[in-house]
């Protein structure tokens, strides 16, 4: 069973700054580019992280191959209940083939929070790292999986055996496929996800195995004189959670 300490981590997360850094400094031409959006609400494989309009930017670096990305990732809500800081770094085998690693900080409602805090405590901290693997198939209206592994952070249960807390390795499988595709761009896309834990029955998703995540969305461009928005409808449904949501977000760069 794999066992990750904060010391562990903390040396991982310094070896990974390393190859960051010497990346970088070997493809001095990689790209940098900001990513801004206004969204009504924010929806994530089947929560309703907040349900409040909030903003949302991301900052990434690219290398000149364009198969290797590192990024930072920042939300929050306008009524300020809602904050997250999230860093990942994600590698492109192929036009097919992605893999990522995403270390998750939604530190909302913790006070005095400690952001370099990886303990499963999730009074005291919100992080938690997975790890996901991506394909998409060949086609016009290509289907696309993806599977993820919460590997560190606020993934532990209370085993009812021996009353122990033990590490879920929370799994998430989703399916997402084109059905639609207007003449101008337009495409509808529905989805559908489920989690389940390898260790026991509860997960980061709910008690027991179950279908989190059911839905579809519309993206489109608006033009706007010579300027193009893009936008996007999200309605999910969280048959675990007995709950929904619509999201509609703008993207401005």
Known sequence: MLKMTSKNFTMTALLFLACTTTQV?????GNVDLGFQIKTNHLWHGFIVTPSI?????????????NTKFGLWAGASFDGEYQEFTYFASHQFSA???????????????D???????????????????IGVGYTFA????????Y????????????????KRERAYTNYIEANLPVWQGKDGEIVKVFVGGAFSPTGDKNFYDDSANIV??????????QILDYTLPVSATAMWNPALKNGALQVAFSFF
């Open 213 to 222: 995540n059911i839905g579809f969305s519309y993206e489109k461009n608006l």
């Open 112 to 130: 005095n929070v400690d952001i370099f805090n990886y303990s499963s405590d999730p009074t005291k901290t919100g992080n938690f790292t997975d």
């Open 148 to 163: 993820s592994v919460i590997v560190q952070g606020i993934d532990k249960f209370e085993d009812e055996d021996t009353g």
């Open 54 to 66: 909030m903003t949302a930017g991301e900052l990434t670096y690219t290398t000149a191959s364009g």
């Open 96 to 110: 097919q083939l992605f893999v990522e690693i995403v270390n998750h900080g939604n530190h909302s409602n913790i």
């Open 25 to 29: 400094h070997a493809e001095q031409e």
């Open 139 to 146: 086609g016009d209206m290509p289907l696309s999986l993806y």
